[in-house]
């Protein structure tokens, strides 16, 4: 009888084409598959809580697989064939019935700027480098919260695709030159978190007021949002399960 | 009448070959005086508080020059050319006298620990898997306060060469799983805080007792300390005039 084993992953998505396995691309996925396959010399299916996109991190992804084996065994041989850029931080056995996508109850973003530039910092935070109304930005947040149609800030997709999506708490946080943005849903659309932040920098500058983001939201057309802001800023921090 | 120009420095050492210009090899220091010559128009020699050593980062190195170019446009112009991992802070004119390399009174470096694995972290920090006594690795770092001589925390050099430093404070912080060692002294000698570090883990993890970390200080001898701590957790904080 195989057990269900739940993997929480770390990575820097610097250096990859995204979670999602793909032929011929280095993914996060990919990485953990070929490492497993290895280790249990068998082929394995990782299902994943979701994607993550080219670029973009994660302090605690979750993703499950069947396997014979225990978890310390796993983690220790994970360990010691994974690159710098993967961590496992926790392996656990859970009930039959878990699955890491369909299970998940909400995620949680968490999306960095830097007022200015940085060095140090460059590879995990956006570099912004005009003053920002984080009143202004708070205020534009906060009318996302509840169930929406997110049409405006997703990449163009089928029209039969479901757009709703519950935001559970969308907040801004400021320390000296940090801007801090996390958000939790219970699903996001293609590039969601990223045209969002995007539209509120938007707002923070003066291009758009509150009203004009509330406009936007009822639009339902991507053309009218803001840019995608980079991938470099965004981490998964959290799945809620 | 050339100005005397200060420069306030934040630089990512993981892709430069340490502060010091040399010939076919990418430094700070040489990128920095390659992008004021294109500025200027005229060779510049470009005068840093210290060296740092290959992928030892920097949040705050001071560095001057004369110019006959007010300060705002030096900003402009060196922030409009210089690669990525080079951020300018802060440029000021200063009193003819001032030198950044003997003007300094004091340096004061950092050095970044994770317990553990961390793939977000792992490029400015150093993993460490194994649990350490910070109380130990405290009692340890109050010894070194004071004037002492150095020597066995040095890579080896003439032995005409002053070995004395006075070291002005020496702490180890703890919080979760980071642990961070902050040094100030009236100068360092050539790797001495990675070598300092290196100890200090050796007695935090029980290799060495406080009473060996005395003793291998009253060596003078470099053979008898412990490793050197990789250059990635390193970074020179501030320099005080």
Redesign the interface.
Known sequence: MPRNIKLEI???GSDFHGWQTQPELRTVQGELELSLQKILNQDVKLIGSGRTDVGV?A?RQLANFESGLDQETILKAL?SVLP????IKRVEEVSPGFNARFSAKSRVYRYRIFLG????L???MWEVPYSLSVERMSQAAALICGEHDFSSFCVVQSAKENSLCRVDSALWRHAENELEFTIEADRFLHSMVRILVGTLVEVGRGYFSVADFMSIMRAKDRRKAGPTAPACGL?LVEVKY
């Open positions: 770390e990575y820097d991190h302090l360990s710098r850029d993967i961590v530039r940085t060095a140090l460059r590879r995990y981490c």
